[in-house]
């Protein structure tokens, strides 16, 4: 992903996909409105430098992709880094 590649010293292997609400049909998605949109899905194993590895997953209910749930995963990582870097704690 190219929002994941732009985090730096980090090693992340991930899945991302999605968990249907409504049933598609002819590659169509019948019901549009946000209660029956998809569940986003991001799972992954992620290091940090040297730090301990993490296992991390997102589910963001009612977004229609995993892009929107990737975003969330990069902006979570940025703020873990952030912490690495100016506390110096181990998770």
């Known amino acids: ?5 732009r985090l730096d010293d980090w090693k992340i292997f991930a899945k991302t996909g999605t968990a249907q609400v409504v049933a598609i049909q002819n590659g169509q998605q ?6 029956k949109q998809h569940h986003g899905l991001f799972a992954c194993f992620a290091q940090y430098k040297e730090e301990k590895p993490l296992i991390v997953v997102f589910v963001i209910e009612h977004n229609s992709s ?6 969330v995963a ?9 912490t690495y870097n100016s506390e110096n704690i181990a998770f």
């Not at 019948?30 to 209660?35: A, S």
């Not at 995993?66 to 975003?71: A, C, I, W």
């Not at 990069?74 to 880094?81: D, I, M, V």
């Open 30 to 35: 019948k019901e549009t409105e946000k209660t």
């Open 66 to 71: 995993s892009l929107h749930t990737v975003k």
């Open 1 to 5: 992903s190219k929002i994941l590649s």
């Open 74 to 82: 990069a902006r979570f990582f940025k703020k873990l880094e952030n």
